[in-house]
């Protein structure tokens, strides 16, 4: 009898790792999922908080993939690990923050540790050649091979065609001729597998789920950085950057106002450690300001609360402060009116 070979795949939620495992398993390979926790994936954070997202579904995709393909899945905290790729990429930043070739490389090279410590015999991937031009490209591709350490138990199932033989290749444990010889952008093939594997309701594909890739997003880490003079950051802070209207009236304050009764939830949670703010006397947000602003300029960030509330037609609206030192303000401020907020102010 010969022994069963194992595989460690890497499982982002979308299609592509999906139907890469899919493929490998059913050459009646052991194959069990890992998926890399940084704190900048899409789903799980904003569709649950925000309530105009409710009837999105709220899961994990990896998750949701790994019970499709009936497979276990670990999922690794490298929120600490990730830092230095986000902050020191070695092969720089796509449009936005997006250190693809990189974050690639550290992903595989997790993903090896991991398999040598349990003993697995190679590494799976759903990786398309051409269809990430940061990191997926022919010369790309054996760049995360040789960064990661993996080199040859790299194996690319739904392109292996069109690359060299890997180890899992040469020696058998997979029939190279049972893979697949997928390219570019365009997703067509896969989706007809997905169909005739049965996959349904499966992660858009190309949808992608790493806010650093988001232009709006980059700017308010950008932001951050500038108004602390610290390339740096903690999860708190990635988190945040998620979440509701970030303004900046002047550089050493920003507000960061609720869009709605979910955000409001989510930012009370965080009423300890910010000076926050809410109207008494109208339903509208919470906001909470991070920095130290005067007490003129606590005011100008009630009016910009106001501004956002049911109250913003109103003479005068009451306005609750409470700072991080446990003492409150109650204040009588007019909401800004419509186009009374530069846009300027918007991070």
Request: aromatic letters at 8%.
């Amino acid at each position: 009898m010969t022994e069963q070979r194992k595989a460690i795949a890497l499982i982002s939620g979308g299609l592509d790792s999906m139907l890469a495992a899919k493929m490998i398993r059913d050459q009646g390979v052991h194959v069990e999922g890992i998926n890399f926790f940084t704190g900048f994936c899409v789903e799980g954070h904003t569709h649950a908080i925000r309530t105009h997202d409710r009837k999105r579904p709220k899961r994990n995709n990896a998750l949701w993939a790994a019970d499709q393909l009936r497979i276990k899945l670990h999922i690794v905290d490298v929120i600490e690990k990730y830092k230095d790729v986000v902050l020191n990429p070695r092969y720089g930043y796509g449009a936005n923050l997006n250190p693809c070739l990189d974050c690639k490389a550290f992903m595989v090279a997790q993903a090896r540790e991991w398999m040598e410590r349990h003993a697995f015999d190679f590494i799976v991937t759903g990786e398309v050649m051409g269809q990430r031009p940061k990191s997926q490209t022919k010369s790309k591709l054996p760049i995360v091979a040789a960064r990661s350490g993996t080199y040859d138990r790299l194996l690319r199932p739904l392109s292996a065609k069109l690359l060299e033989p890997t180890l899992p290749e040469r020696e058998g444990w997979v029939d190279r001729e049972k893979l697949g010889d997928i390219s570019g952008r365009s997703r067509k093939t896969q989706i007809s597998m997905a169909q005739r594997y049965g996959f349904k309701d499966f992660a858009q594909p190309a949808g992608g789920c790493c806010f650093l890739t988001d232009s709006y997003y980059a700017a308010k880490m950008r932001d951050l950085w500038r108004s602390r003079g610290d390339r740096d950051y903690e999860f708190d802070d990635i988190m945040l950057l998620k979440v509701g209207r970030h303004l900046r009236p002047k550089p050493h304050y920003k507000l960061i106002v609720a869009r709605d009764n979910g955000e409001n939830h989510f930012l009370r949670g965080y009423r300890n450690r910010y000076t926050h703010l809410q109207i008494d006397d109208h339903p509208g947000p919470v906001a909470l300001v991070d920095g130290d602003p005067s007490l003129e300029e606590l005011k100008l960030a009630a009016r910009i609360t106001a501004r956002f509330g049911k109250g913003r037609e109103a003479d005068a609206v009451r306005a609750r402060i409470s700072r991080r030192d446990g003492t409150e303000l109650l204040l009588s401020v007019v909401p800004l009116r419509k186009g009374q907020i530069p846009q300027a102010w918007y991070v």
